[in-house]
């Protein structure tokens, strides 16, 4: 069974920092790219990054450009969301995801969240 | 970026009509679109994708069309559990995916 499972949420004070962490089981993690996907309370959902199976590639909204990092440990089998220089508009339920497409076939698996929150 | 826009923002409808769900991108994303489905206090579920693809478990009442910017999500006679929020996803640019804002289906 897969299970992904976020931790590192909590209260920041803007301007500071926090690590997002997502523990990954059921499948072989270092065969896929992995996601991190938010939505703040009440609104859409956000795309925030991705990262190829191998680090080798990774991408960014435009609105974390420059400020969030992701990275994973394929012996870990764990996925990582650096977040720095947070703002009150990052406010939001983290999901770390796994979202597959393929031309005959196409998976997504979520996890449960991690609420971060920026206030001061 | 490619941003996607959804319209319209709220559908109001009663059990056994027809829902249609429109989602316009800025630039082409060829067939690269997707259609989540998500209710409250849960996660985002994939419904369609390829554009027109149902996911593996999906119902037959749930289709969807389109290519290039302009996609359509159709369900064809609401059930109670279709009333939920859905949203498409671009995915043409690897690691560079976007969300519509969404569009709350809500019963009439």
């Known amino acids: 069974e897969v299970q992904l499972v976020e931790s590192g949420g909590g209260l920041v004070l803007p301007g500071r920092s926090l690590r997002l962490s997502c523990a990954a089981s059921?499948?072989?993690?270092?065969?896929?790219?992995m996601h991190w996907v938010r939505q703040a309370p009440g609104k859409g959902l956000e795309w925030v990054s991705g990262?190829?199976?191998?680090?080798?590639?990774?991408g960014y909204a435009d609105s974390v450009k420059g400020r969030f990092t992701i990275s994973r440990d394929n012996a870990k089998n764990s996925l990582y969301l650096q977040m720095n220089s947070l703002r009150v508009e990052d406010t939001a339920l983290y999901y770390c995801?796994?979202?597959?497409?393929?031309?005959?076939?196409?998976?997504?698996?979520w996890g449960q969240g991690t609420l971060v929150t920026v206030s001061s | 970026e490619i941003v996607m826009t959804q319209s319209p923002g709220t559908l109001s409808l009663s059990p056994g009509e027809r829902a249609t769900l429109s989602c316009r991108a800025s630039q082409s994303v060829s067939s690269n679109l997707a259609w989540y489905q998500q209710k409250p206090g849960q996660a985002p579920r994939l419904l369609i994708y390829?554009?027109?693809t149902r996911a593996t478990g999906i119902p037959a009442r749930f289709s969807g069309s389109g290519s290039g910017t302009e996609f359509t999500l159709t369900i064809s006679s609401l059930q109670s559990e279709d009333f939920a929020v859905y949203y498409c996803?671009?995915?043409?640019?690897?690691?560079?995916?976007?969300f519509g804002q969404g569009t709350k289906l809500e019963i009439k």
């Open positions: 390829g554009a027109s």
């Open positions: 990262i190829s199976w191998n680090s080798g590639s990774v």
């Open positions: 059921g499948f072989t993690f270092d065969d896929y790219a």
């Open positions: 996803q671009q995915y043409n640019n690897w690691l560079q995916y976007t």
């Open positions: 995801a796994k979202l597959i497409y393929y031309d005959s076939n196409a998976i997504d698996y």
